[in-house]
């Protein structure tokens, strides 16, 4: 028993090895924006479309722009969405009269994708890979979950830490636990 | 001797930050799970609410915070403080548990009050991305984010150990070797899907 848990502690966190560094390292640059800022890469260029789209959805296939298509604004004679995936997002603005579509596209960079793919989640997106992330990350998410129960026995099943591991559970889990309970009532 | 080390060291780290990586794995595991976010209707409430003479936006909101018991919600920043088209003071409180919307109603003496609680999932989710770059004024989740800090930097310290132990003791070990490369090509070729 000991050995298969071992070997079970051992295998998912080689699985889930790059996916726990993107959050991580990702939850680092969230909390120490100044130590690694995201820096953003900005381009702009103009497209001719057919004149007379009133669907964004319409215009963003005739685009052809991967992403989600999300903050749709419709005024009369023009159209704004932006086509999002993890680290970039294009802003389009369509002109119905002329068929001009002005996209502007915001790279966030290597920075910027570790933060964003941090934060998919659901799956309910129009944009397939942002669930196919998402599922991925689930998945990883219950290794943690494993790899945390797996730990705990292999840690109890050592006799000579088990003393210094009590103490250092009660301590540790006990305030996270009590201020978790106790910010929430 | 260092493998003794490393592996104390991997150990030790695991426990002291055990509660804190099971809000990891939870949060992780209930965003996928999840519905698409929204907000829930909220309760609304009054409460008797007199405000004193002379009393700047900012002192009513301090006070208003207090009877309430939001001190999740402090230091007040400025965008809390608003008016609505009738010009009464509306304070915006956003806090661990979800939000306050206040309406102060001068003229009536009393405090329209609109809660939204946060379900325990999204409560979880702001305590495991609040970390010591933040400042509460409330002591309990003040310490709450030192820690979770703390515990950032144990994950990052046990992935390192945890492959330096594997390295040193089992690289052979063909299900590890194959776990690890199954693992990598799967976020390579996610990545470069996504880019």
Known sequence: MYQKLRNVHLSAALFCLAFLLMYGVSAVQMAHRRWWPVRERVTEWSVRLPAGIIDARVAARALAIRGELAAIRISPGALRFRQVRPGTVHQVEYSAATGEAKVRATDAGFAGMLNALHQVQGMWHGYPLLNVWSAVLGIVSLGLLVMGGTGLYLWFRNHSERWIGVVLLGAGGGLALILIVWMRT | ?195
């Open chain 2, 1 to 195: 001797m260092t493998r003794d080390l490393i592996q104390k060291l991997h150990t030790y780290a695991g426990l002291v930050t055990f509660v804190n990586l099971l809000v990891f794995g939870l949060v992780g595991l209930t965003a996928t799970l999840g519905s698409r976010p929204h907000d829930p209707a909220p309760e609304v409430r009054s409460e008797a609410f007199v405000v004193q003479p002379n009393l700047t936006d900012r002192q009513v909101a301090e006070r208003v915070c207090g009877l309430l018991g939001l001190s999740l919600a402090t230091p007040i920043q400025s965008a809390v403080i608003q008016h609505d088209a009738a010009n009464n003071l509306l304070l915006d409180f956003y806090h661990a548990n979800g939000r306050h919307r206040v309406t102060v109603l001068e003229t009536e003496g009393r405090l329209r009050v609109e809660v939204i609680r946060n379900s325990l999932w999204s409560y979880l989710g702001t305590l495991h991305a609040t970390t010591a770059a933040f400042h509460s004024g409330d002591w309990r989740m003040q310490l709450w984010a030192d820690y979770n800090e703390f515990a950032m930097w144990c994950f990052l310290a046990m992935l390192a150990s945890g492959v330096a132990l594997w390295l040193m003791s089992r690289p052979e070990y063909r299900w590890a070797q194959w776990s690890l490369a199954l693992g990598c090509a799967l976020f390579a070729a996610l990545w470069y899907w996504t880019r």
